[in-house]
């Protein structure tokens, strides 16, 4: 009995003493662990307690620190803990702040100390030392951001496309007049900039009152923008600040193809995975935004210590990486020729021009009509009578010669549907007459009639043959063309003709031209890129095909009255009209294809009244042009 009472007793008096055990000494260790994890969770984020310190104010001094830091914030980890003489323990951590992914890291090692409180819990002490190693009592960090050198675009003979440009940023400075006056500047400083003047306004109305609100960046060299940014200035409170900033030519030059440069939106940020920041400059649209990687290159950072006096000791640098220059095979005075070209054409228009010999696109231009639209790479028209080179290249594949007779009626009834030629269609290109007077004077009957020889799957062969079907590689969106794989009855006679659901782009029509100059499929290159692939048809163009077609497209000039073409120097003109009809009320969209030398060419206005009438005279201009 006593014996038992003796063992219970000493279980009890155990469980007591492991009880104080865990109290006393494990529990507070663990306490601890947990206190200093929180406390680098805590410098990590920015966010402090300030029951964690023994010293107050922890969290105001840890905001004060960080303020010059905007957004980056740095891990933070904590090493084992060990006991102190005075009975505290303490920790190292070690910071980590990754300014680029890639680049080194600022990294070094803090010391913390935390002080035994009440029963089993801890608290630390502040100190901006604890924040980085030689911060006195009233410094702060401060990271300033170093600009990358933007890269340029360049043409082919390494002319400047886009790139850094003298200029001015026209803008609204809040901080120069009253907010009633800065509102009152900004409609009329719109109107004058030829921006959205209720968008502005509202920018102006709703930016703070130091605010610098930009209306719009203008070229210091060119003097019409210069003479503007000086009227700008005779408003309230507008500024004309001189900077360097990634600019085109001009407002307009190749702007579908290059894009701009701005501010990087909040999207673009988000997408980055880190690689563009809020505050960075990136491309908007063409090549600036689908290069923007290589353009950009990366910002730079230098972290400093600042004293009371606003005097800084440089910590820590991150040099930035300039970004490299974006080669193009745009032929600058071609481009700028092609654009002065269709300024006066209304409806939206294209140039484009290929050099065969290796596909680079020299020009590919849109008119003002075209608002911006890169009608010249991403337009979806039907292309009319151009596409007959690809019906004819199917015909010669079915046996036909430029010499073959063909049956040129005075229209044509499919399925009850009527196809007649042009309006004017002359009579004595009627009957039977060779393929290549069909051709020459366009004779859509001479075509369809010939339906039955040619498969639509050999009219998508032929357009296959001819770079018209192949996915368009040129870094920034575009199309080339589509042929549908069935088409029976009219449509099958519309595809014969480049109507009903045949769909070209100018320089998907370019193409087809340039691999008749060059006598094998033709691939359109924008950007020489090591990845690029050629087009790899099914049925590879052959020479005589080449051949064959070259002849007949030289007869639409010395046969088919277009005498315009004759009067151009260099060597022979070969070329195809195209009038496609579309809408209702019916209208026309205007081609023309023409091939001489070296040089390809596709012009397109999406209304009017022929190819002749309108898209002719483009092509002679241009031609002109480049022979100067």
């Not at 092609?338 to 021009?353: D, F, K, R, T």
């Not at 991403?378 to 009319?384: E, F, I, M, R």
Request: charged letters at 15%; a negative charge.
């Amino acid at each position: 009995m006593k014996r038992g009472l003796a063992l219970a007793l000493a279980a009890v008096l155990l469980a007591v003493t492991g009880g104080l055990v865990w109290w006393f000494a494990y529990l507070p260790g663990e306490r601890a662990h947990e206190q200093a994890d929180a406390i680098a969770a805590g410098l990590a984020s920015g966010t402090l307690e300030d029951s964690w310190f023994v010293t107050p104010g922890a969290q105001a001094e840890l905001t004060r620190i960080y303020a010059g830091m905007g957004s980056l914030r740095p891990s933070v980890s904590v090493g084992p803990l060990t006991s102190q003489s005075d009975g505290s323990l303490g920790a190292d951590l070690t910071w980590r702040w990754e300014i680029h992914a890639g680049k080194d890291p600022w990294e070094y090692t803090t010391a913390l100390r935390l002080h035994r409180t009440k029963g089993p819990d801890w608290a630390a002490e502040f100190t901006p030392t604890l924040v980085a190693p030689t911060l006195g009592a009233t410094d702060r960090l401060r990271a300033t951001r170093l600009s990358a050198v933007r890269g340029a675009i360049l043409g082919q003979q390494g002319e400047i496309l886009a790139g850094n440009t003298s200029a001015y940023r026209v803008g609204i400075d809040k901080t120069l007049t009253t907010p009633e006056s800065a509102v009152a500047s900004a409609r009329p400083l719109a109107d004058l900039m030829g921006i959205d003047a209720e968008r502005f306004t509202a920018r102006v109305q709703g930016a703070g009152p130091k605010a610098f609100i930009e209306a719009r960046i203008l070229r210091r060299g060119d003097p019409a923008e210069a003479a503007l940014a000086r009227r700008a200035t005779d408003f309230a409170g507008v500024r004309a600040i001189a900077t360097t900033f990634p600019l085109g030519r001009t407002s307009s030059f190749a702007r579908p193809l290059l894009g701009v440069v701005g501010d990087a939106t909040a999207e673009q940020v988000d997408a980055s995975g880190g690689t563009i920041r809020s505050g960075d400059l990136a491309g908007r649209g063409g090549l600036q935004e689908a290069r923007n990687h290589v353009l950009a290159g990366l910002t730079g950072f230098v972290i400093e210590r600042v004293n009371a006096d606003n005097r800084a000791t440089e910590l820590f640098r991150v040099e930035p990486l300039d970004g490299a220059d974006v080669q193009t095979t745009i032929d600058a005075h071609l481009q700028g020729a092609a654009e002065s070209i269709l300024a006066g054409v209304g409806p939206a228009s294209a140039l484009v021009a290929i050099r065969p010999s290796d596909g680079a696109i020299l020009t590919a231009a849109v008119g003002p009509g075209s608002q911006g639209f890169s009608t010249s790479t991403l337009g979806q028209y039907a292309p009319g009578s151009t596409f007959k080179v690809v019906s004819s290249l199917a015909l010669l594949r079915a046996g036909l010669g430029p010499d073959t007779p063909v049956q040129c009626t005075d229209g044509v009834t499919v399925d009850g549907y009527r196809f007649d030629n042009w309006q004017g269609y002359p009579r004595s290109a009627l009957g039977e007459v060779p393929l290549h007077t069909a051709f020459a004077y366009s004779c859509n009957s001479a075509f369809i009639n010939a339906r039955d020889t040619i498969p639509q799957a050999a009219l998508v062969s032929a357009a296959d043959s001819l770079g018209l079907m192949a996915k368009a590689n040129l870094v920034i969106p575009g199309f080339l063309g589509t042929v549908p794989a069935e088409a029976n009855g009219t449509a099958h006679a519309a595809s014969m003709i480049g109507q009903g659901q045949v769909l070209a782009s100018p320089l998907g029509m370019a193409t087809v031209a340039a691999s008749v100059a060059a006598g094998h499929t033709v691939t359109p290159i924008l950007v020489p890129e090591p990845s690029q692939q050629a087009a790899t048809p099914a049925v590879p163009l052959t020479q005589e095909e080449a051949g064959a077609l070259r002849s007949l497209m030289r007869s639409v000039v010395t046969e088919g009255g277009h005498t315009a073409l004759l009067t151009i120097t260099g060597d022979a003109v070969g070329a195809k009209t195209g009038t496609a009809s579309y809408g209702s009320p019916v209208r026309y969209h205007g081609w023309m294809i023409a091939t001489q030398g070296d040089l390809a060419v596709a012009a397109f206005t999406e209304d009017g009244s022929s190819g002749t009438t309108n898209a002719e005279p483009l092509v002679v201009s241009f031609l002109e042009a480049a022979n100067r």
